[in-house]
């Protein structure tokens, strides 16, 4: 699929079918997680796998009730790992360089998903405490996002985008 395919197409799901994820797609999109940029190319995150029912049922209770979560065959959280950026680039590197390593590396996994022929949505409210137990992080990892994936049981349609116009501007001279 071609990038501006791929882009447009990406939907946010929320229903899935029961059909397992071949583990070779799996490893794609970690592939793909992998070759995402980081500052420094320090990778300062970490995405666990959630594939246990038990796990994911945790991970949708954290999310307030998410059901969906728990639907999905697999759902990976993607932490932030501070202690990988804070030795180059202190508290900057600690506090934000590691939200942004974090939120594009599950940006790739988003599109790999996509290109799999699979559907995913990013899942961002949720209690942080009640995530972090559920996957057995160690305190100084911080969840950022949760991403339910699976093969798609609803096609929703094209949510509207702002006008380009509204959205850049032009600056400078």
Known sequence: MQFSQLI?????VRAYTTQPIEEGV?????QAVSCAPSAGNLQAYQ???ARSSEVR???ARAAGGQSFIEQAPLALVFCTNAGRAAARYGQRGATLY????????????MLAVVDEGLACVWVGAFDEAAVRQAVGVPGEWTPIAILPIGYAAETPPAS???KLSDLAREVGA
Do not use: G, N
């Open 98 to 109: 590691t939200v942004q390593d974090a939120t594009i590396a599950c940006t790739y996994a």
């Open 26 to 30: 799996v490893e794609r999109v970690l």
């Open 160 to 162: 509207p985008r702002r």
């Open 57 to 59: 049922a945790a991970l």
């Open 47 to 49: 995405v666990c796998l």
């Open 8 to 12: 447009t197409a990406r939907r946010s």
